[in-house]
């Protein structure tokens, strides 16, 4: 509840789907199982930021920022999840990439988003108290 994805888009009049609604779901899910069910009600705000460049999915919640990485192959997806943990931290913290790298293996966790689909994921949770509040402000996604 709460939380903000924020999605590429490269078409156009692009459209948006959701579905498989999980009441309850582990970190990492490993089988295809979780606790489905019909969601009676999910409110969703769209809202068009074309000043936005993002190559990922960005979301963020009143506690992270969270980049993903998504591939057949779990390690390319860990990669890649690091990497755009990286580029978000040096974007917008204005931190140089060896910095940023160096944050990301102190104080980011990664964590398996899935393995049961044919695409694996994995998430970075980047803490937001690692900064002040003003540069808090500062790389904030909008």
């Known amino acids: 509840e709460g939380s903000t994805l924020y999605l590429p888009v490269w078409q156009p009049g692009a459209l948006i789907y959701t579905g498989d ?3 309850v779901q ?5 089988s295809l199982t979780a606790l489905e069910t019909r969601m009676q009600e999910v409110l969703i705000q769209i809202v068009l ?3 936005k460049k993002f190559q990922w999915p960005v979301a963020e919640t009143a506690t992270h920022w969270i980049t993903v990485g998504l591939d057949k192959d779990l390690n390319t997806a860990m990669s890649l999840a690091a990497r755009n943990a990286i580029e978000f931290l040096a974007s917008r913290a204005k931190l140089t990439p060896l910095d940023a790298y160096a944050l990301c293996s102190i104080a980011v966790s990664f964590r398996v988003t899935q393995v049961v689909d044919i695409v694996r994921g994995v998430h970075a949770m980047i803490p937001k108290n690692l900064f002040t509040g003003e540069l808090r402000g500062q790389i904030a996604v909008v």
Request: aromatic share 0%.
């Open 26 to 30: 582990g970190d990492g899910e490993i």
């Open 21 to 23: 609604s999980h009441a």
């Open 49 to 51: 930021h074309k000043q």
